[in-house]
């Protein structure tokens, strides 16, 4: 009876390690890790196939060199954080070389449903501040860290840096001659303070094709609700005024 037990012991043994061995498991132990789930690579005839396989670099895709093509970049290219969300893209507007160049973190809900950056109560007030320095839409640019709204309008800290990073990018193609940001998403990911200069004092905004002079500010929603806000943004305002005098 012992015999026999032992005999379905040393069978039972024999059927689980030939289970392994079809599942491609040909030692306990090894000195790398192994992702056994991974995908069999492709073998070519007549090409040797290297034990360990280096994993290749991330491609990296060429900036555009001009605000035409950099606008077309962001409408067609599905790597931006932004094609992962449902939302509608609303995209910059102005030309190139304008006097002041306004930069805000995303897309208000009311500006979706507008389709334009800026809108309803916020792009009033919006439009009031322009024309307390002498500006108007028409002569100024528009843009958006991100270009379309996440859902709840969080994004993911990497997100927010790789925006950031093309948006400098965006700046040097467009050559404004001044930067306006607007709220505090966009001046933590643009400009943020080291705590001795204050964020709305007139700074010098750098990237790679040079440096603009900027001023930060809240952002007109936040003064819809804070209406005690206006003076300290009105004081930023006068800076721009300041520096585009002769």
């Known amino acids: 009876m012992r015999g026999s037990m032992?005999?379905?012991?040393a069978l039972a043994a024999d059927a689980y390690l030939a289970w392994w061995q079809l599942a491609g498991v040909d030692s306990a132990v090894t000195e790398a890790p192994v992702d056994w789930l991974r995908s069999a690579p492709t073998v070519v005839s007549g090409a040797s196939t290297p034990s360990v396989q280096a994993s290749a670099p991330a491609l990296v895709p060429a900036r555009p060199k001009d605000l035409s093509a950099f606008r077309l970049w962001l409408e067609s290219d599905s790597a931006h954080p932004e094609r992962r969300w449902p939302a509608r893209a609303i995209y910059p507007s102005g030309a190139a070389e304008a006097p002041l160049m306004i930069i805000t973190d995303m897309p208000d809900p009311a500006d979706v449903d507008a389709g334009a950056l800026l809108?309803?109560?916020?792009?009033?007030?919006?439009d009031a501040m322009l024309r307390a320095i002498g500006l108007d839409r028409a002569q100024v640019y528009v843009a958006s860290l991100?270009?379309?709204r996440p859902p709840g309008g969080m994004v993911e800290a990497s997100d927010l840096t790789n925006a950031a990073d093309r948006m400098r990018t965006h700046v040097q193609l467009a050559r404004p001659r001044r930067l306006l940001l607007l709220g505090d998403r966009t001046i933590r990911a643009l400009m943020p303070t080291d705590g001795g200069t204050p964020a709305n004092s007139l700074r010098d905004f750098n990237h790679e094709g040079g440096i603009v002079p900027a001023i930060a500010t809240f952002h007109p929603r936040?003064?819809?609700?804070?209406p005690a806000a206006k003076a300290e943004c009105w004081r930023a305002l006068q800076s721009l005024i300041e520096e585009a005098r002769p």
């Open 119 to 126: 809108a309803d109560r916020a792009g009033a007030l919006f």
């Open 222 to 226: 936040l003064l819809l609700s804070q």
């Open 146 to 148: 991100f270009f379309a």
């Open 6 to 9: 032992q005999d379905n012991a």
